[in-house]
Nanobody
Framework: HVQLVESGGGSVQAGGSLRLSCAVP????????LGWFRQSPGKEREGVAS???????AYADSVKGRFTISQDNAKNALTLQMDSLKTEDTAMYYC??????????????????????WGQGTQVTVS
């Protein structure tokens, strides 16, 4: 049973910052592609950022330069540092994991079909 648990969401004013965290099993980084996705009401789920087994990161164009995905080995957590937040960043944010090892290009494509394991989500509201 794969369990991913997000935390760190909340409400913030535009221009502010939030840091999301996702508890990941200790071996998660060395075997799987990990990613952050988000979904707003009435919109499709979209990929935000990913981290491949090789440590290669990828970002959606809408968040490049503002969001940073990384791993916190001490806490076995996948993090998403979100700076310069905009109202359009408002969404439910989900942590996700691939079934197996993905090529960096596949991991970086941020396509949800490659991620069968999902957390319950954490809400981010920017006003």
């Amino acid at each position: 049973h794969v369990q991913l648990v997000e935390s760190g969401g909340g409400s913030v004013q535009a221009g502010g910052s939030l840091r999301l965290s996702c508890a990941v099993p200790p071996y998660g980084y060395t075997r799987y592609c990990l990613g952050w996705f988000r979904q707003s009401p009435g919109k499709e789920r979209e990929g935000v950022a990913s981290l491949s087994v090789d440590g290669i990161t990828a970002y959606a164009d809408s968040v490049k330069g503002r969001f940073t995905i990384s791993q916190d080995n001490a806490k076995n957590a996948l993090t998403l540092q979100m700076d310069s937040l905009k109202t359009e960043d408002t969404a439910m944010y989900y942590c996700a994991r691939s079934r197996g090892r993905l090529l960096p290009s596949t991991c970086g494509a941020l396509t949800s079909t490659w991620f069968p394991y999902w957390g319950q989500g954490t809400q981010v509201t920017v006003s």
